[in-house]
């Protein structure tokens, strides 16, 4: 029996990260897949950056804000940043060694596994074909919104990239745990794969509650750059 914790889209936010990796080592999950955005928006990018580069068996995929401090921003802003993005990217660009930019960059857009039969993908989101970033997120989708976009046949499909959780059954099965990191509840949610040599036995979606006000504290005392605009938008705040 091999037990897989999945999660995504941390963004910044180490009490969630925390609760949720103690969560998933409680439930004997010795291997973790992130599905991209360690970074952006919370105000502990290095702290959950060296969380999960220093965590045994774990693989740690593209997100739309790794890749963007892998590439490094733009010296002005551009016309496709809005409002305080550009600044808030800096502040977190800032915080962070410029050393591990080449240690991100490694990190692969797709992770395949096989466990018997099955097949399962890991990944951020689809990509976009005509350029190097990720398509165009589909806000309320259908499974068959997810079979065009994805357009996969593996058994599983575990993505993240927009927030809330989904599960939805087509020619694949898609499962977007729910950010980790960005909730309006003070939960931090994951995935739980359950495999053997004969295949997948069980998927289960899980949530556990985490120090909201430690976490709007950092944004206050760390001065996070575009912090009441992304209190208010990701945390109700």
């Not at 060694?97 to 992770?111: E, I, M, S």
Request: proline content about 6%; hydrophobic content about 40%; some cysteine.
């Amino acid at each position: 029996m091999r037990k897989i914790g999945v999660i995504t889209d941390v963004h910044a936010n180490l009490p969630a990260l925390e609760a949720a990796l103690g969560a998933l080592e409680a439930a004997g999950c010795e291997e973790v897949v992130h599905t991209g955005d360690a970074i952006g928006i919370g105000p502990y990018p290095a702290e959950c950056l060296d969380l999960l580069l220093n965590r045994p068996q774990t693989h740690l995929l593209m997100g739309n804000h790794d890749a963007l401090f892998v590439t490094g921003l733009p010296d002005t802003q551009p016309p496709w940043m809005r409002g305080g993005e550009y600044g808030h990217q800096r502040w977190t660009h800032a915080q962070l060694d410029a050393g591990l930019r080449d240690v991100v960059g490694a990190w692969p857009y797709t992770v395949g596994m096989a466990f018997g039969p099955a097949r399962i993908t890991f990944c951020h989101y689809a990509r976009n074909p005509e350029h190097a970033g990720f398509a165009s997120v589909v806000m309320d989708p259908s499974s068959s919104d997810l079979d065009q976009l994805f357009g996969t046949d593996a058994d599983i499909v575990f993505y993240g990239h927009h927030h809330p959780t989904t599960d939805l059954q087509g020619k694949s099965r898609y499962i977007n745990p729910g950010s980790l990191g960005c909730h309006l509840l003070a939960e931090a949610r994951f995935a739980i794969l359950t495999t053997d040599d004969t295949g997948i036995r069980d998927v289960s979606l899980h949530a556990v509650p985490y120090d909201r006000a430690r976490l709007i504290r950092a944004f206050r005392d760390r001065d996070v750059s575009g912090a009441d605009a992304i209190l208010r938008m990701f945390f109700g705040q």
